[in-house]
């Protein structure tokens, strides 16, 4: 379980990014966080393995705190960054996957057996040796995925997943977040195009100005989105049913 509690940041500017924010996610949760452009998603969701340590308040994983267990938070809660350029480091797309599990000393038929894995998961094992400079958009994303993957994270974190793809792609990624969330992964994902991945998720939090304004299930949030700034999707507008977009 993750339990966030009164979580407030301030940058060194003086802004204040998140304002008392509490929120408990329950182990396999898909839990969706959205908002407009500013409201502290991301600095919200890098709270939750260590990246940023809170002014006040706490993040627990399974009642450690993270701040002070940074080193094995990171382990345990894998993050995708909204840009994968900036977490792809290998040569090709097999190094850049070993890249993690080397780093933690592994022993070298584990790393291959993990990058194998990971490799499977994102159905990117036939670009293996293809170098990372060749791959489209959407093949880089599901790259960052299964360099985080690698690390036999508990929990993923998906920052703007959908942000610069294709309609194909991101079909395909949001293909990937299905099938790891089908397969016991926790998984906490932020985007402001919350028609593309409603359909599946648990709950929805909704922030504004670093505010936690709302949490819920879909059919109890997507009412009140527009009130927070946030863009309902087309089917709620039009009085129809969810619809997933990987089944259309």
């Known amino acids: 379980m993750i339990s966030i509690e009164d979580l407030s940041h301030s940058y060194p500017d003086g802004t ?10 329950r182990s396999g949760e898909l839990v ?27 993040v627990l994983l399974d009642g450690m705190d993270v701040s002070e267990h940074a080193s094995q938070a990171v382990t345990r809660v894998g993050m995708v960054f909204q840009d994968p350029d900036s977490q792809i480091l290998g040569e090709t797309v097999w190094e850049d996957v070993a890249f993690g599990p080397e780093n933690l000393g592994l022993a070298q038929d584990e790393v291959r057996r993990r990058v194998e894995q990971a490799l499977a998961l994102t159905e990117l094992h036939e670009l293996a040796h293809k170098s990372c400079l060749w791959l489209s958009g959407g093949e880089r994303k599901r ?13 993923l974190v ?10 194909p792609s991101t079909r395909q990624i949001l293909t990937q977040i299905v099938q790891l969330h089908s397969k016991g992964h926790t998984i906490l994902l932020s985007t402001h195009e919350v028609e593309k991945v409603v359909a599946h998720v648990d709950r929805i939090a909704v922030l504004a100005g670093g505010e936690l304004k ?33 089944n259309i």
Request: charged share 15%; aromatic share 4%.
């Open 32 to 58: 969706l966080f959205c908002g407009a452009n500013g409201s502290g998603k991301t600095t919200l969701l890098r709270h939750l393995n260590g990246l940023l340590k809170p002014t006040r308040g706490r």
């Open 16 to 25: 204040q990014a998140l304002k008392s924010v509490s929120l408990r996610v």
């Open 214 to 246: 709302l949490v819920g299930p879909p059919e109890t949030v997507l009412p009140e989105l527009a009130a927070h700034g946030v863009r309902p999707p087309c089917h709620h507008l039009m009085g129809l049913p969810v619809a997933s977009w990987i």
């Open 158 to 167: 998906l920052d703007e997943p959908f942000a610069n793809l294709d309609y």
């Open 143 to 155: 790259l960052a995925i299964a360099g985080v993957l690698a690390l036999s994270p508990e929990t």
